[in-house]
């Protein structure tokens, strides 16, 4: 088989075909939300939420225990959506607050989602490998079922923070003009908040609930070393998502590697390239150009140094200006 | 019509009572000084009359209105003291004065935002920063950005707080050059000041705060002892003195 036809076995593959589906969508959704989580100095916020979640995921699954759905984990993902809205909110009103026992409190909910997670999906006769298949991601196991609740929901948080994004970057970059502009602080924080939970739980089939924050935060990271203008990271991070998740996505038809873990590992060498390179182009390009604005002083010095002096100096003893 | 009438305001931050029992009432046009010493309370009472911080106590109107959604927010525009330092999402200037453009029942900036934002940038000279990240410009640069993201708007209404702490003597000219065209367009302004300095000829009223509560309203007060002489200008633009050499400075002479 050369390699043509090994590119349309893989995309003939009804498996791949949804996993891709999954992987373009919440690549281009997840830097989205990102923007603004690191904008609001809340970079890690994200990882909390995935924690949460996954008591969410199991309480899904003993729900539907009890009540003998099937498959067992159909409630799982509705499960996943509450707990990480639940707990987002919760993480935004302590934010709101400001209080440094907040923290802690924090802390104890990002563990206790862990624990009781682990806990309570043993309880509703859950596998190591579907604990593992939650916290790792398994975008190989995606149904159609599921790839209708990951695009309508992507589709949701592309839509709302696109077509909010400068509202949503008023509140992100400086809440204080934003609420003596009479804008609906509250409400616009609790939209990224929200947005952070759906974006969590659309995200966990694809890289899992320990690396959701990885795909939301690192390709805003490699698009803030290259940009000037929010607009313009917004747009290239989520172009960088889409980028990762696609080509990790490809890697692992044809090696046996996780597919989450590849998609992240991606990211931060783009990260690390970027972030090497980047220096080296901008120091080419800012070469012979001074940075500093030509404004007048009120020191006198004597110009030492006659690189600083604007005019020829006529002799020593000259002011600096 | 008054531009603000705030009755008893009283706020608390942390458990302390800052602003104790403030009456304050601004005709429109009129310009008014807010002074006092650092901790006086007068940056917390323009950011209570605004809604930024709450008051425990009092009534507010802004324009006509009760302090809430009522308030035709796209006529008042604030000045913060400074940038706030937002993460490191890189921004451009012309990004900030965009965000000025939001308020209480606009939350989209309209089509025509790029000419507005950029025509708020060459009123206070500083169109050429557009294109810059934030981030990177000089203390004055980025004031400059802040009250072209408040004037945008072209507000009815416009607060200030300490606009020219930190700032070279070059700059504080265009900001006063700035207000007065404002004043003279009809805007009422109110801005929080440490010293009034170059604003003196502006100023029609002025109040002073002290522990949280007004111990003066009326003409800009005197200052104290020789900072009261005509004169007198805390900021010390000086004549140019002798200009040092790169001589030696240090002569050795023997007297017998």
Redesign the interface.
């Known amino acids: 088989m050369n390699g043509w036809e090994q590119v349309l076995a893989l995309l003939s593959s009804p498996l791949m075909q949804r996993a891709l589906v999954a992987a373009v969508l919440v690549g281009a959704a997840a830097p989205v939300v990102g ?1 603004f989580l ?4 809340m ?1 890690l916020m994200g990882d909390g939420v995935g924690h949460v979640a996954l008591t969410g995921v199991a309480l899904g699954w003993l729900v539907g225990s009890w009540a003998a759905v099937s498959p067992a984990d159909s409630l799982a993902v509705p499960g996943a959506v509450v707990a990480a809205v639940v707990g987002s909110v919760v993480i935004e009103l302590v934010r709101e607050r400001g209080r440094t026992s907040g923290d802690l409190a924090l802390a104890i909910m990002f563990y206790g989602g862990i624990a009781g997670g682990v806990l309570l999906i043993k309880l509703a006769g859950g596998t190591n490998a579907n604990l593992m298949s939650y916290l790792f991601g398994s975008i190989s196991t995606v149904s159609t079922g599921d790839l209708w609740w990951t695009a309508a929901l992507a589709v949701l948080v592309l839509v709302v923070g696109v ?2 994004r ?2 949503l ?2 509140v ?13 602080v509250r409400a616009l924080s609790m939209v990224v908040a929200v947005l952070a939970a759906l974006t969590v739980t659309i995200s966990m089939r694809v890289v899992g609930l320990l690396l959701v924050s990885a795909l939301m935060i690192v390709p ?1 990271a490699v698009a ?1 070393i290259v ?7 917004m747009l290239l991070a989520s172009a960088i998502g889409v980028g990762v998740s696609v080509v990790g996505l490809v890697i692992t038809y044809w090696n046996d590697v996780p597919p989450g873990a590849t998609i992240v590992v991606l990211a931060i060498g783009l990260y690390a390239t970027a972030a090497v390179a980047h220096p080296i182009v901008a120091r080419r390009r800012a070469a012979g150009r001074d940075p500093h ?1 030509d ?4 020191v ?3 110009a ?1 140094d006659p690189a600083c002096a604007p005019e020829p100096s006529p002799g ?4 600096g200006r | 019509m008054n531009a603000i009438e705030a009755d008893g305001v009283q706020v608390t931050l942390g458990g302390q009572p800052i602003v104790r029992g403030v009456d304050l009432t601004v005709p429109t046009r009129q310009v008014l000084a807010l002074l006092g010493a650092n901790g006086s309370g007068k940056s917390t009472l323009v950011r209570a009359l605004l809604g930024v911080v709450p008051h425990v106590a009092g009534s507010i109107r802004l324009l006509g209105a009760p302090l809430g959604p009522d308030v035709p927010w796209q006529r008042v525009g604030y000045v913060p003291q400074r940038m706030a330092a937002a993460g490191g999402v890189p921004t451009t200037a012309l990004e900030v004065v965009v965000s000025g453009m939001l308020h209480g029942r606009r939350l989209r900036p309209p089509r025509d935002r790029r000419a507005r934002a950029l025509a708020a940038l060459d009123a206070l000279g500083v169109a050429d920063l557009q294109d810059r990240r934030v981030q990177e410009l000089s203390g004055g640069q980025q004031q400059r950005v802040l009250i072209a993201r408040a004037l945008v708007r072209e507000p009815a209404l416009l607060v200030l707080d300490e606009p020219t702490s930190g700032i070279d003597l070059p700059t504080q000219g265009t900001f006063v050059d700035a207000l007065s065209r404002l004043r003279d367009a009809g805007t009422t302004v109110v801005v929080v000041l440490h010293e009034i300095g170059p604003f003196a000829p502006l100023i029609d009223r002025s109040v002073v705060l002290r522990h949280g509560r007004v111990v003066h309203d009326g003409p800009p007060p005197p200052a104290r002892g020789e900072h009261g002489d005509v004169d007198h200008d805390h900021t010390h633009p000086h004549a140019d003195p002798e200009p040092p050499t790169d001589g030696p400075d240090l002569t050795l002479e023997v007297t017998p």
């Open positions: 923007t690191v904008q609001r100095r970079a077509g909010l400068w509202a970057f008023a992100s970059h400086d809440e204080e003009f934003a609420r003596a502009s009479g804008l609906p805003v803030q940009s000037r203008s929010f607009g313009r990271t604005p404004v007048l002083d009120d006198l010095v004597a030492s020593p003893g000259t002011t």
